[in-house]
């Protein structure tokens, strides 16, 4: 058997501190509610971390011990230092995966590994979401039906301004009108990288069966198929070049 994967769980944790709102929604945290959807899991080893701990949960040790990170920000992006987006930045590239959820799609680590502005149209109006399953047999679509809604959810429009993503495995409707790319797929160095839209803090959406599953599918699809340190290496020739010299 393989080793289980090692998933960590960052949640910015502030709504659910401040607003009794989130609060009574997610009284464990939106890392709680999202890592009780791996519950009864037996392989994966799932841990979480919150900004407000040292080293904002993201120590030299903690990324080096994380084959993916799962990603919830929002009212403080601006907190993350630069040592912790370098730290995780690097950690991708050599080959971790990360799955980035909702308003992360403005986080220090997302843009920086999408090179573009990551922004959206958007608009907090409790509105119905549909949720299309485009790709049926990506592994991240597995068990999932050909569409789900959720009732209450804040509206993100395209244009989403990143790079064109790999893959689109889920896209998205809402009843104010505008679509969205909802589920997306990129390579970066040796990492995987998947963004998720739906997860408002002030509705339930962590709570819905397919948002978890979907989260969990990308968590085991982001899995380290590799783990390579970057070397820029002068190597010497495997034929011998005298003649042509
Ligand atoms: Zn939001």
């Known amino acids: ?67 993916v990170l799962v990603w919830w920000g929002h009212t403080a992006h601006r907190e993350v230092q630069d040592a912790v987006v370098d730290r995780v930045q690097k950690r ?30 958007w608009r907090d109006e409790n509105e119905k979401q549909r949720i299309w399953t485009i790709e049926p047999g990506h592994p991240i679509a597995a068990g999932l039906p050909e569409h789900f809604e959720l009732d209450h959810e804040e509206m993100y429009g395209e244009r989403f301004d990143v790079p064109p993503p790999d893959e689109v495995v889920f896209l998205g409707w809402f ?10 797929c990129w ?12 997860g408002h803090e002030t509705y339930p959406t962590y709570h819905n069966a397919n948002v978890l599953k979907v989260i969990a599918n990308a968590v085991r ?10 070397a820029l290496r002068n190597v010497p020739a495997l034929e011998p070049l005298s003649q042509t010299r």
């Open 187 to 198: 390579q970066r160095g040796h990492g995987r990288v998947f963004y998720f839209q739906p």
């Open 221 to 230: 699809w982001a899995a380290p198929r590799v783990m390579l340190p970057d």
């Open 1 to 67: 058997m393989n080793n289980p994967l090692r998933v960590l769980i960052w949640n910015e944790y502030r709504h659910e501190k401040r607003n009794e709102t989130v609060r009574a929604i997610y009284p464990q945290g939106i890392h709680g509610a999202i890592a009780e959807g791996f519950a009864g899991a037996t392989d994966v080893i799932v841990k979480t971390a919150t900004l407000d701990e040292p080293e904002q949960g993201l120590s030299e040790q903690a990324v080096a011990s994380t084959d």
């Open 92 to 121: 991708v590239l050599e080959g971790m995966g990360l799955v980035v959820l909702h308003s992360g799609h403005f986080s220090r680590i997302f843009k920086r590994l999408m090179g573009t502005n990551c922004s959206l149209m």
């Open 175 to 184: 009843q104010g009108g505008e679509v969205f790319r909802t589920g997306c």
